[in-house]
């Protein structure tokens, strides 16, 4: 291929793409004349001009790699075989995070909100769940088979987002190493999944309770634990075995700084071993939903009741079971992706999503009468008891006064 001025051009007109500049280069050079040594080379974070053979090349570290600064003063290195063979690994050591304690960095409202958001919901949803969920395990007189699922939906919901803050935390101070990237995302795809597949054993129960009224099978607690932990732990064995196939290791002297984010987190068609469950679990809910909104409104028509009474409780039952069910997750499954609409999707997705744990807490348990009454029943004889014990202190102090 013979490169022309109009090429040159092109080649620094381009100021947006550092590998389509050093690819360009790269092929002048091919066209040009004979390469000797190590010809120009695009490791996917800087372009190392052609060098001599047995020679190493150096350049400044950059000044920015996925929004972390790095200092320039310092110099990254690859060498340059004999054979005229680039070595596999470049040695970026040197290039150290610049640590701004003085310097604010300036608010991006569409990076940045969202993220606060989720951080805020998330941080609700957990303080409420592991209340509700302290609850449902503590009280006697709770404990039956529907708070049972309640409890194992809480209990994902609570182990999820506590994975998930981890994830962010070691993300922003970049204080991680690939194993532990490793295991966190493997515990966050399997939290994630448990909690699909709880909600669905909630919409299988409320289908069971409403629907199939009069079946004489009905599913046994064992049953709703398999589904809910085991089967998701066996698409995620199977998940991880092949992504650790796929993936290509990182020895440990080969884990810098610039390692940002593990191979792991690359998404690829092998995470569809994930995803395809989560999705079924999601559209059987749905389903459900139909079938018992059905049943619902169906007796609501039969009662003597007016029209717009039947609509109030149609819609309040929808409301509460939207989030039970995920259903959430099928209203902010797809969005615009440019613009303002962009952006404001993203606020309203990040309010639903990490809000959806605070939801279900307090439709299922705090707003629940049965809640309350058992609770309300433990104050009464705490208090009765305190009463007691006051009365009978009292009477002793007196006896001993006479």
Known sequence: ???????????????????????????IETSSEEIEGCPVFFDSVLCWPRTPAATWAVQPCFAEFKGVKYDTTQNATRYCHLSGQWDNYTNYEDCAHIVRDTVVSEFEPHVDLPTYIYCI???????????????????????CL???????????????????????????????????????VILLNYFTLTNFFWMMVEGLYLYTLVVKTFSRSNPHVGLYMTLGWGVPFGFVAIWAIIKAASS???????????????????????????????????????????????????????????????????????????????????????????????????????????????SVSLFYCFLNSEVQNAM????????????????IAHRFQNAQLC
């Open 1 to 27: 291929m013979n490169f022309t001025d109009e090429h040159l051009s092109l080649l620094n007109s381009v100021n947006d793409s550092l590998e389509l500049k050093c690819l360009l280069q790269a092929a």
């Open 121 to 143: 919901g998330y941080i609700l949803s957990l303080s409420t769940l592991f209340l509700a969920t302290l609850i449902f395990f503590t009280f006697k007189e709770l404990r």
């Open 146 to 184: 529907r708070n049972t699922i309640h409890g194992n939906l809480f209990v994902t919901y609570i182990l999820s987002v506590i994975v998930w803050l981890i994830a962010l935390a070691l993300q922003l101070t970049h204080s991680t190493s690939n194993a532990a990237c490793t295991l966190i």
């Open 248 to 358: 290509t290791p990182l020895t440990p002297h080969k884990m810098t700084g610039l390692d940002l984010e593990c191979s792991w987190m690359r998404e690829s068609l092998v995470d569809w071993i994930c995803k395809l469950p989560a999705c079924t679990a999601l559209l059987a809910n749905l389903i459900f939903l139909v079938r018992v909104m059905w049943v619902l409104i169906t007796k609501l028509r039969s009662a003597e009741n007016s029209e717009t009474k039947q609509y109030r409780k149609a819609s309040k039952a929808l409301l509460v079971l939207m989030p039970l069910l995920g259903i959430t997750y099928l209203i902010v499954l797809s969005g615009p992706s440019e613009g303002v609409g962009s952006y404001i999707f993203a606020v309203v997705r990040a309010i639903l999503l990490s809000s959806q744990g605070f």
């Open 376 to 391: 309300r029943h433990r104050f009464n004889k705490w208090r009765d008891k305190r009463n007691i014990r006051g009365n």
